[in-house]
Every structure is written in structure tokens, then in C-alpha cells.
């Protein structure tokens, strides 16, 4: 798709020209880095951010802790029908939208489920099948459905550990079995199912295996990792040796086969489905509401992604063209601001985020800054004159730098805020409520995306291509093979 822009070539053409002068004006003593130092100060720069990601977010609203009832979960609900809606406005004839549409009917009728859906899971042999078989019997089983999934913890393949809990996804209640201290691939599994508002108990199965007191330091340690709600049973004990004297001295041996012992496991749940049958039913289409959305959102990103592609390039061959042919070292920073404040509006109106001129402007302003102060100015421009040197393009035309520079530069700057766009709500007038510390994180991880260099070998190519005339790239070609 062709995206025709409607402004005049020059507002875009010196874009992000102030940056590349405020890298010449840098002092000339900084080393020159090449493919491994830049990989290298890329891993430095970025460390912190890459750390900052990994971390549990402190601020997870859980859903243990809020009010769950039948207005939040419309809400939700209404939530993802309204990304549904936006994409069929945007995308009329779009191919998911019918799937989409039968999905959400399905989460308003689901609000009056009575069916209790539970998932056992765990490790291999951990004795899920043995459990639901004795809870079937011992439980009031109507409304009430056990799935055994496969066995978590396997090769990857068809029941690796992804698929497998986006089942137990589907499920209101989860039942996490282990049959010792937990692992760290097991505690890391019931922390994922935490962060995604997951219902669920750990149970200590095969408790019998264990001396007394070796059981109950396993179950003391347990309920320390996970802040209670752990429950301990023996689903098929070891059977026993019975040995009865009788009067006539002799002896009769026997293996006598215990009673399950489930009992706390019973009660506990017992009391969670009487007390919160309804909130289970609504936290479950709640998070069903989040994932829909989720997958509605991903498809008009996608739509949105096409049209906006077209209008970064633009603006990176425009921005290289103007700073290839006028490498002037110094552009008022006002003027700068409202130059790239123009791609900002372009691509504000895809993602139906509203920018006034101003604030426009102060969106281009931060992001110049924001680049500057994370070094990916400099960074950038050594890595394309490493990139053109080698190439021997320099010795002809040096100011390809600044030219493809601009155009990089220009490149990443809208991709940034695309990938910003895209995390925002739909149709919401940000204006000026700009985060600032997720679009620096934005711009490190987009810059990092278009660091590799084999990328940056093409996107070199396809800059001299653009900037050079005919005959000055065989011009080129020949200073080549005479250095070869």
C-alpha cells in the first residue's frame, strides 16, 4: 500500500539534522568503535534496560486483591469488543473479525456459567490421574470438571510446557501437584500462573514417601515459598505390612492398601468453590476478556503497522537526502523540533493518537533528547562510517554519513513511536501525558532490533543507492576492486 504524504518535501527533509550536528560538535578524541565494540557498548547501554524488563512489575494489579463482580467483568468484556469494533472500522473485510466476534459473544455467556472447570498439572508422575480419580469420589462432582493436563517440564514439542498452560489458561481453578520441595523451573511455573491472576493450590502429593519429620520440613518450606495455600495428601499411599498373631502362635502377613488421604485437600477446596464459585467463573472470563483483546489488538496493530511502514521510509530518504546535500553542522533546535514534529502527526493519526503542533513538537524535542542522552547518535553514525569505510563509499562522498545517519536515525525515531503507539489504549487523546521512561525504554529496545550489521550493511546499500548518482556508484564499484 502507497501512503501519499500530504506535506511539502522539505518540512521532512532536514530531520533529525540537529542531532548530527550536535555529534560533530563532540569532541574527536572518543575511540572509534567497530562491530564488536559497538555490539559491546550496545550490551552496556542496554543491560540496565533488559534487567528493568525481566523484573516482576511491582505495580501488578492482582486480582486476588480487587473486587471482582459482574460489572468489572462487562467491563473487560466491553473493553475487548471495543478493539474489535476499531478494527472493523479500520479494517472492514478483515479475515479474523468473524472468529473474533463469535469469541466475544461466547464471554457474555459465560457470565452465567455453572460449570467449574479445574485443571490438575504438574510434573511427570507426580500422581495427577490417581488424585482426580480419588476426588471424583470424594467430592460433589456436579458442575464440577477435573482435566489432567500432560505433564509439564517434558522436551519441547507438542505438549511443551507453552501448550500445556494455555490450557490450564482456560480453566477457573488450578491444581498444582509435586511430590517434594519444588524446583526452580516449578516455582518459576507457579509465578507465571500468579502474574496471570491464576486461581490455584499446590499440592504435596505422595507426602507418605517421607519420614515425619522430613515431611514436615518439605511442607514448612513449601507454604514459606508460597505464602500459604499449599495442602499436603497421600492420593494412593504405599501400602503396608499388617501382621496378625493368632492364639495358636501362628502368624498371618499381609500388604493392607492405606485410605487416601486427602482430607485437608477436600475441605480447603470444598470451602473455595462454596465461598467463590462465582467469582472463579468471573476472574476466568476476565482474563479470557484480556487475552481477546490482546489478540484483537495484535490485528490492528498489524493494519496499522502496513500504513505507517510506508511513511517512515519517506521520511528516513527525505531526511537523508536533505542531509546529504546540505551537511551544514548547525540547525536552530526550534526549527528542528517542528520538522520532525510533522512525522509525529503523520503517524499520531494511525494510531488515533491526537497531537496538537505543540505538542507535537515537544514529542519530537523529547525524543531528539532522549537519543542524545542515550548515546544512540553516536553509536548509530560510528557503526554506518565503519560500515561505509569498509566499503571504501567515504573516499568519494563523504558526506554519505550524515545522509544515511539521518536517514537511520530518522528510521528509528519512527519505528519508537510506533512500537509506543501500539501499547497505548485505542482511540485515547494522549496529547501531552508522554511517558517518558517508556519511550526511552522503547527507543533502546527498537535501536537494538535495527543494530544487528547485517542490517545495517543493507540499509548502507540501500542509502547509496539513493543518494548517489549513477555514475558516482560506478565510480565507486572501481575504487573497490583497485583497493582489492
Not at 542496554?46 to 512489575?57: A, D, E, M, Y
Not at 480487587?66 to 471495543?82: H, L, P
Not at 464471554?107 to 479445574?118: F, S
Request: net charge neutral; charged share 20%; with cysteine.
Amino acid at each position: 500500500m502507497v501512503v501519499k504524504l500530504q506535506r511539502p518535501i522539505l518540512v521532512g527533509g532536514l530531520g533529525l539534522s540537529f542531532s548530527l550536528w550536535m555529534l560533530q560538535s563532540w569532541h574527536h578524541s572518543i575511540m572509534q568503535v567497530g562491530e564488536f565494540g559497538l555490539l559491546s557498548a550496545l550490551a552496556v547501554g542496554g543491560g540496565l534496560w533488559l534487567f528493568q524488563q525481566n523484573r516482576p512489575k511491582d505495580n501488578l494489579e492482582q486480582l486476588d486483591s480487587m473486587v471482582v463482580n459482574r460489572a468489572t467483568v462487562e467491563s473487560a468484556i466491553a473493553k475487548a469488543e471495543a478493539v474489535i469494533n476499531q478494527l472493523a472500522q479500520e479494517a472492514e473485510n478483515h479475515r479474523a473479525l468473524e472468529t473474533l466476534r463469535e469469541q466475544v459473544a461466547q464471554l457474555w455467556w459465560e457470565l452465567d456459567r455453572q460449570e467449574i472447570k479445574v485443571a490438575v498439572t504438574g510434573g511427570k508422575s507426580v500422581g495427577k490421574s490417581t488424585l482426580i480419580q480419588v476426588l471424583e469420589k470424594n467430592l460433589q462432582t456436579e458442575n464440577l470438571s477435573l482435566q489432567e493436563t500432560a505433564p509439564l517440564f517434558r522436551e519441547a514439542g507438542e505438549n511443551s510446557d507453552a501448550a500445556v498452560l494455555a490450557e490450564v489458561a482456560k480453566s477457573d481453578f488450578v491444581l498444582f501437584l509435586t511430590n517434594g520441595d519444588l524446583t526452580d523451573t516449578e516455582f518459576q511455573t507457579l509465578q507465571q500462573l500468579k502474574a496471570a491472576n491464576q486461581p490455584a493450590m499446590l499440592v504435596f502429593n505422595k507426602q507418605d514417601q517421607y519420614l515425619a519429620d522430613e515431611r514436615a520440613s518439605v511442607l514448612l518450606s513449601l507454604k514459606q515459598r508460597m505464602l500459604g495455600n499449599v495442602v499436603a495428601t497421600a492420593a494412593s499411599p504405599i501400602p503396608v505390612k499388617v501382621r496378625k498373631h493368632d492364639a495358636d502362635g501362628s502368624v498371618q502377613e499381609w500388604m493392607e492398601q492405606p485410605a487416601p488421604d486427602i482430607q485437608q485437600l477436600t475441605q480447603q477446596f470444598s470451602e473455595i468453590l462454596a465461598q467463590q464459585k462465582q467469582r472463579l467463573v468471573w476472574i476466568t472470563t476476565i482474563r479470557k476478556a484480556g487475552v481477546l483483546k490482546a489478540e484483537a489488538k495484535n490485528w490492528l496493530n498489524g493494519i496499522r503497522c502496513d500504513r505507517a511502514t510506508p511513511i517512515i521510509e519517506q521520511y528516513q530518504w527525505i531526511a537523508a537526502a536533505a542531509a546529504f546535500a546540505n551537511p551544514v553542522p548547525a540547525l536552530d533546535i526550534l526549527a528542528t523540533a517542528a520538522i520532525n514534529a510533522q512525522m509525529v502527526m503523520d503517524l499520531g493519526k494511525i494510531y488515533q493518537q491526537k497531537f496538537s503542533l505543540e505538542q507535537a513538537q515537544t514529542v519530537a524535542g523529547t525524543m531528539g533528547s532522549l537519543m542524545l542522552k542515550l548515546g544512540l547518535v553516536e553509536l548509530s553514525t560510528k557503526a554506518i562510517g565503519t560500515v561505509l569505510k569498509s566499503n571504501a563509499v567515504t573516499f568519494v562522498a563523504g558526506g554519505l554519513v550524515q545522509g544515511v545517519s539521518a536517514a537511520y536515525l530518522t528510521r528509528v525515531a519512527g519505528l519508537s513511536l510506533v512500537e509506543y503507539f501500539q501499547q497505548q489504549e485505542i482511540a485515547v487523546d494522549s496529547g501531552t501525558n508522554l511517558n517518558l521512561e517508556k519511550l526511552r525504554e522503547t527507543l533502546q529496545k527498537v535501536f537494538g532490533q535495527n543494530q544487528q550489521i547485517g542490517f545495517l550493511q543493507g540499509f548502507v546499500k540501500q542509502g547509496v543507492k539513493r543518494l548517489l548518482p549513477e555514475v558516482q556508484q560506478v565510480e565507486v564499484v572501481g575504487v573497490q576492486k583497485a583497493m582489492g
